[in-house]
């Protein structure tokens, strides 16, 4: 009895073994397939990557690992940033910097409307003031007005930002 459910269980062992060594050969069949199929649409092939289409980042220069998250290892696997993934020179794929700084403008310059907005005001009228208020905060920031008493923690972080989010928008809404 006992030697028969050892032999079921050598059995049912190999078969589990077989079925993933055949999911691993179709994964790599997937893989070969897709590297052919990119290798055959290359025509000048990308001096960065090698055609990968991937580069391997060091900390310092860093874009972005595939889960947009910077980790603290020496080198960190990411999209190209020559050919955005195409692995070809002359045909890059989205460029992933230039599209996250367009929606960091569309998002800064529809936050300045927003204030506008709740201010009741249009913001070409608005325009003028909201360069004087990140004047003003700039001000704040003094070595002088620093020392002032009463100063919250976090108020020299959060005042420098709030300037550099508003000329960021008023910026970008120039710029449209
Ligand atoms: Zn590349």
């Known amino acids: 009895m006992a030697v028969e459910l050892t032999e079921v269980n050598v ?40 055609g990968t289409g991937y580069f391997m980042y060091s900390n310092s220069g860093l874009w972005r690992n595939m889960q947009g998250r910077i980790v603290m290892h020496a080198f960190t696997p990411g999209v190209c940033d020559a050919c955005w993934g195409s692995g070809d020179a002359d045909r890059p794929w989205t460029d ?38 990140a004047d003003v905060l700039e001000q704040s920031m003094t070595p002088e007005a620093l020392k002032a008493k009463g100063r919250p923690i976090g108020f020299r972080e959060l005042t420098r930002h709030l300037a550099t989010v508003i000329r960021n928008a008023i910026a970008a809404r120039a710029s449209e």
Request: glycine content about 4%; proline content about 0%; aromatic content about 2%.
């Open 11 to 50: 059995s049912e062992k190999s078969k589990t073994t077989k079925k993933a060594q055949q999911e691993q050969e179709a994964a790599d069949h997937e893989q070969a397939e897709h590297v052919a199929w990119r290798s055959a649409r290359i025509v000048h092939t990308c001096g960065r990557c090698g």
């Open 96 to 133: 992933l910097r230039k599209l996250e700084q367009e929606h960091s403008e569309a998002l800064a310059a529809a936050s300045v409307e927003d204030l506008a907005r709740a201010a009741g005001v249009k913001y070409e009228s608005m325009r003028a003031a909201t360069t004087s208020i």
